[in-house]
């Protein structure tokens, strides 16, 4: 007899993330390259799936307030929903486009990372570019245009905060931007290196609130001000993440999800721990 084929195994889930703001959404990329959006008609309502229309396959999908990108296998970006502060990458600010549009200026993406209203990417050579609500060193300003963070290279992977962005180099280096007030807005200082973080397996940045995992297996968190301090009784993570969102990425580094506002949740074998910034 002929040998019977066997069924195709059902997608798995790579990425998914939710948009924060009044027209919430949620999002998933899918190992098959798809990206599928829920949205609902009222709060009361089901959520329903619809296929992203994108030109190629996707690795991962970020999103921020009322919008969201994916990154494409090419490292193409691609970015849609509501465009308040240039945070689609469009070279203009519009209001709000529901149909996904290429971020012209950004090739060879390795990984990406969304806030509120900006979004981050490593390129193919290493270096950081963000847009978006981007402050530079003369202050804060709305680049809808992606705009190269100063001073490092070298980057594989970014994290984004409400007043900081993160940068992993390939020594395991980790390094931050920083905010601060400038006149009536905000300028940016740095890179500095974080001594503290250096050589950190897991990095996970959600608005003023992180945690890390370090070689030696130690957790360290951190927020509001304070420097990375240990997270006591918390070993052997094997996935980390901390939010005011809701996100999920599953990589071969391991997978990593958000929920709640200044809370992290580590998975340590079969059990999920989850802890708050006051402990």
């Known amino acids: 007899p ?27 990329s899918l190992d098959d390259g798809t990206v599928w959006q829920w949205s609902r008609a009222a709060a009361d309502q089901p959520w329903r799936p619809a296929r992203v229309a994108l030109p190629e396959l996707a690795a991962e999908v970020v999103a921020g307030d ?13 970015c849609w929903g509501r465009d308040a502060m240039g945070a689609l990458g469009r070279g203009t600010h519009t209001s709000s486009v529901m149909a996904p549009a ?27 570019l963000c847009w978006g609500a981007v402050a530079s060193p003369q ?28 940068a992993t180099r390939g020594d395991g280096a980790v390094h931050r931007w920083t905010t601060a007030p400038h006149g009536e807005g905000w300028s940016v200082e740095g890179p500095e290196a974080v001594a503290s973080l250096q050589g950190a397996r897991m990095l996970t940045v959600c608005g003023e609130y992180g945690c890390a995992v370090k070689p030696d297996g130690a957790t360290l968190c951190w927020g509001w001000g304070s420097d990375p301090q240990p997270v006591e009784g918390v070993a052997g993570v094997e996935a980390l993440a901390c939010g005011e969102s809701i996100s999920y990425n599953e990589n071969s580094a391991g997978s990593e999800w958000t929920s709640g506002h200044g809370e992290a949740c580590a998975r340590i074998g079969a059990l999920l721990r989850c802890w708050s910034h006051e402990g």
């Open 2 to 28: 002929s040998p019977t084929a066997q069924p195709a195994a059902p997608p798995r889930l790579a990425s998914f993330a939710a948009s924060g703001g009044l027209d919430a959404h949620l999002f998933a």
């Open 66 to 78: 009322e919008f969201a990108c994916a990154r494409l296998r090419s490292g193409a970006v691609w």
């Open 102 to 128: 290429a971020v012209s200026g950004v090739a060879g993406a390795r990984s990406i990372a969304a806030g509120a209203q900006i979004v981050c990417a490593v390129d193919g050579a290493g270096a950081v």
């Open 139 to 166: 202050g804060a300003e709305l680049s809808a245009s992606p705009r190269a963070m100063p001073g490092l290279t070298g980057v594989v992977s970014v994290r984004v905060g409400a007043h900081a962005v993160y």
